[in-house]
């Protein structure tokens, strides 16, 4: 059956939703976007989709209307993924149509409000336990990507490396820098210490990113938020990837090689167990 999409203040079926060529997302990739993942119909970290939508929303002025909370739930709703173990709502919010004209409108026009909500699976835990592979590819982006905006396209080559080299994830690197993936943060174990590239402008603060580094600290796994050059990172221990959809996902061969043993390693387990542990507690969901 047709999923139900949000479309400018109305809902209806995916098919009948239509944008104009005039949208300054279409156009100029003037928009942002937002992925929260909802586990049993209850949304992990809404507070900080949120705030990290209204961030960039200030920092660009692309206006956010009120009620998006709402609106994530009632999508659910509509596309009766209340139950779901796992879903995810997309919402997109761009400058709005206008004639092709760099600067912003004068007079503003609407933003254009666009969202949709998927069930998601999580790949089987047998999958998991293999390990994945991940290849380094330059990191084309500009120098905001700590903005969730639409403009993707470095991503879109990375992401492409990745699938062509029949990786799961890319490594983007700048300046020797192991800065992230094309859609998930990188983290890197040495010994017993963690480590990540800090939230600057260089990558996008990405919340499971920032849930990992809590229950890393509840833990009592050193941490470090610093730039680990690739020369370095190849000499990790272990390596994993997080995101909303990536979840914690181990890192098993990078460029080839394999990271350390080759197997997925003891802070990945721990970490991943403790991420799996906070949704069920944040969620209402049965402990795992
Ligand atoms: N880094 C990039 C470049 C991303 O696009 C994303 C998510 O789309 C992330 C990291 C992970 O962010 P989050 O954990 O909020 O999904």
């Not at 590239?197 to 890393?216: D, K, M, W, Y």
């Not at 221990?237 to 090689?257: A, I, Q």
């Amino acid at each position: 059956m047709e999923d139900t999409v949000f479309l400018n203040g109305e809902f209806m079926p995916r098919s009948r939703a239509r944008i104009s060529p005039d949208d300054r997302g279409f156009l100029f990739g003037d928009g942002l976007y937002e992925v929260t993942p909802a586990y049993g119909g209850r949304f992990l970290a809404m507070d900080r989709h949120l705030a990290r939508l209204r961030r960039g929303s200030e920092t660009l002025s692309i206006p956010v209307p009120e009620g998006i909370e709402a609106l994530h739930i009632e999508l659910l709703r509509r596309n009766h993924l209340e139950e779901a173990e796992m879903a995810i709502v997309y919402l997109q919010v761009t400058r709005g149509t206008a004639p092709r004209s760099h600067a912003f409108p004068d007079p503003p026009v609407p933003a254009t409000v666009y969202a949709w909500a998927k069930p998601f699976q999580r790949p089987p835990m047998e999958e998991w336990e293999e390990g994945y592979s991940a290849v380094t590819t330059p990191d084309r982006r500009w120098t905001r990507a700590d903005l969730k905006t639409v403009q993707l396209l470095p991503q879109v080559l990375g992401q492409q490396a990745a699938r062509e080299a029949g990786a799961t994830d890319a490594l983007l690197v700048k300046d020797g820098i192991a800065l992230e993936g094309a859609h998930n943060n990188v983290f890197f174990v040495f010994g017993e210490l963690l480590v990540t590239h800090p939230a600057s402008n260089q990558i996008l603060p990405g919340i499971t990113r920032e849930i990992v580094l809590e229950l890393a600290r509840e833990e009592g796994i050193p941490v470090e938020e610093r730039a680990v050059p690739l020369e370095e990172a190849k000499c990790a221990s272990e390596m994993f990837y997080t995101g909303t959809t990536t979840e914690v996902r181990p890192t098993v061969r990078l460029d080839g090689k394999p990271v350390g043993d080759g197997g997925v390693g003891p802070v990945t387990r721990r970490l991943h167990q403790a991420f799996l542990g906070r949704i069920s507690r944040e969620c209402g969901l049965a402990p795992v």
